[in-house]
C-alpha cells in the first residue's frame, strides 16, 4: 500500500503480476490470431491458379472460370450474389444459359428486360425478382456501353484496386460488400495483376463480421464501418487478405450456435474458448 499526493490510499492488489501475465498472455494470442489469418490469406494468394468451385454445378463453374471468353459471367455472378446462399446466385449465369440456349455476350445483350424478368420471376432464381433482374439486364448494358462488350476490360491493364472497386461500385444495385469481394477474388484467386491491393477491404459479411468479434478484432455491435478499419490497421496494404480466411472459419466452425470449435485452427488462441 501507498499514499498519493493528496493522502489518498491506493491499493494495489496482490495478484497485479497475476493481470499482468493475464494482458501479457492475451496479447501473445491476439498476434498469434493475426499471425495464423495472415498466413492462411499469404497461402491463398500465393498459390497456382486453379479452378475455383464457385457452385456445385460443373458446368456452372467451367463458365465462371472462364475468364478469356465468358468474363461477363464471372461480373453477373457477383452482382446476383445478394441475401441469398452464395451457390444459388452463382448458379445464375448458368440457369440463364441453359434457358436462353446461349451465354456469349453478342446474344445475351439481346434479351429485353421483360424477358430476363421472365426467366427470373418463372424459374426463381432470386429472392428479390425483379430487382435482381433489372440489375442484371442493365449490367449487360453497362458491359456494352462502357467495357466493349468485354467485362474482363474492367480489370485490363494492371489497374489500381481503387479503379476497380470504384468500375464494380457503379453497377446498378452494387454495394461495398460486393464491389470488394469481387476484387478481392480477382486478386486473390484468378491472380489478376493490380498495381496495389490498398483498396480491397475486408467485405462486411455476416461471417466475417462473426469470426472477427469472436476473436476480440471488433466490439459488440460494431458497425460494418468498424469492421473495415479493423483490417485495414493490422494489414494497410491489403485489408482484404482476412476476407476468405475469416469468412471460411465463420462458414465451417464458427457457427451462430452449435460452434465447431475443437475443428477451428484458431482453438488453441480464440479467446472465446479461452473465457
Sequence with gaps: MRKSSSDEIIRIPGDFYALRCFAANQRIHMEEI???????????LNQPYRKIEFTGVTEANELLNDLANHSHAFVLACIMDRQIKAEKAWLIPHEI???FGSFEFGKLKELSRQKIRDYFRDNKLHRFINQMADNFYYAIQDIE???NGFAANIWANSPRSATIVRRFLQFRGVGVKIAT???NILARDFKIPMADKYCIDISPDVQVKRVF???????QNSTNEELIYSAREL???YPG????????IGRKWCRPTHAKCNDCYLRRHCPKIMI
Design 97 to 99: 444459359r441453359r434457358l
Design 241 to 248: 487478405i482476412f476476407d476468405f480466411s475469416a469468412w471460411e
Design 34 to 44: 493475426i499471425r495464423k489469418l495472415l498466413d492462411k490469406g499469404n497461402e491463398l
Design 235 to 237: 494489414n494497410p496494404d
Design 213 to 219: 468479434l469472436r476473436l476480440g478484432l471488433i466490439s
Design 181 to 183: 469481394m469481387a476484387a
Design 145 to 147: 456501353q462502357k467495357y
